[in-house]
Structure formats: C-alpha cells, structure tokens
C-alpha cells in the first residue's frame, strides 16, 4: 500500500506564505493525476488543486486559491509541492495530499476525492489574522 506523507504545514500570519511538500513512501510508485485536498473545522473536504500528467503544465485550482497557489511536481523527486501564497485566515485547514494508482492515465474528475486512491495523513495549516 502507498503511502503519501506530507510535510512544511505550520503557523503564518495573514499575508504570508507556506509551502507543503508530498511524498510517496514508495520510489517507484508514479502517479498521473496528484492533488490537494483541505477540510477546515465542521466543513467537508474540499478539492484545493490538482497537476494532471507529466509535464506539470495542467494544473487546476479551486476559485478561492487561484492566483495564490501553485501546485507542481518533480517527477525526478517523486513529489508534488503546493506553494501557498497571500494566505487568509479562511486558508486555515488540514490540507490533504492525493494520489490516483495509475501511472498514464484516470477516470472521474481531477475535482472529485472518490477519483483518487492514495492520501496523506495530513498537515495542519493554520492562518492568523
């Protein structure tokens, strides 16, 4: 079983910046479509971004992170990276890594968590104002 751990969550004030990192416990594990997920207090999970295929240049966010966020990988590295920017107190969240099992291909869509396979554990990010 895969298993995606994420790092680089913490304390920023309003304004700032936070990068998480995910890695796969496994070197040879690949994955064609990986994301982000967030799931603030008493709200459901939400779809964050999402980088789809290997070039990294198909990436998707969510409304309330565009221009902010950036989701990229380093396929060398095996791992995606959500650089967080201009970060507001709504921001605050556990924020989610995930994976889909195939290497070339998915089905479903990349906004939809039924879509991926894999998750993380979690990293807590938490926003002052």
């Known amino acids: 079983q895969v298993q995606l751990v994420e790092s680089g969550g913490g304390l920023v004030q309003a304004g700032g910046s936070l990068r998480l990192s995910c890695a796969a416990s496994e070197r040879t594990f690949s994955s064609y479509l990986m994301g982000w997920f967030r799931q603030a207090p008493g709200k459901e999970r939400e779809f964050v971004a999402a980088v789809i295929g290997w070039s990294g240049g198909n990436t998707y966010y969510a409304d309330s992170v565009k221009g902010r966020f950036t989701i990229s990988r380093d396929n060398a590295k095996n791992t995606v990276t959500l650089q967080m920017g201009s970060l507001k107190p709504e921001d605050t969240a556990v924020y989610y890594c995930?994976?889909?099992?195939?290497?070339?291909?998915?089905?479903?869509?990349?906004?939809?968590?039924?879509?991926?396979?894999?998750w993380g554990q979690g990293t807590q990010v938490t926003v002052s104002s």
């Open positions: 995930a994976a889909n099992r195939w290497s070339n291909t998915y089905s479903g869509s990349h906004y939809s968590e039924d879509t991926y396979d894999y």
